[in-house]
């Protein structure tokens, strides 16, 4: 399973930006996906996952403010992040896996860089 995010750049506090990540391969092997983030000194984070029934998991510090969803037909893996403050700067990473439990483990992209400036 390849996997390659885009979407990322530097945008303002409050502003809100768009994550994709286009899966290729054996996706039918990997029906779980979510999205990551690893600042500078932090540990990485799940953000948001989604099943494959469309389950949804959001961390604590986003719900509200992000929105995972997917697009099966184009096999696309979406992150909609409104409100965006400079403490949701990171790399973000999409990953792909059978569960949420296996994500860490599962195929990962390069990710992509989102710069919240204040």
């Known amino acids: 399973v390849r996997v390659v995010e885009s979407g990322g750049g530097l945008v303002q506090a409050g502003g809100s930006l768009r994550l994709s990540c286009a899966v290729s391969?054996?996706?039918?092997?990997?029906?779980?996906m979510g999205w990551y983030r690893q600042a500078p000194g932090k540990e990485r984070e799940l953000v948001a996952a989604i099943s494959s029934g469309g389950n949804t998991y959001y961390a604590d510090s986003v719900k509200g403010k992000f929105t995972i969803s997917r697009d099966a037909t184009k096999n696309t893996l979406y992150l909609q992040m409104n409100r965006l403050s400079p403490e949701d700067t990171a790399m973000y990473y999409c990953a792909a896996s059978t569960t949420i439990a296996t994500l860490s483990r599962g195929s990962w992209g390069q990710g992509t860089q989102v710069t919240v400036s204040s």
């Open positions: 391969g054996s996706i039918f092997s990997r029906p779980t």
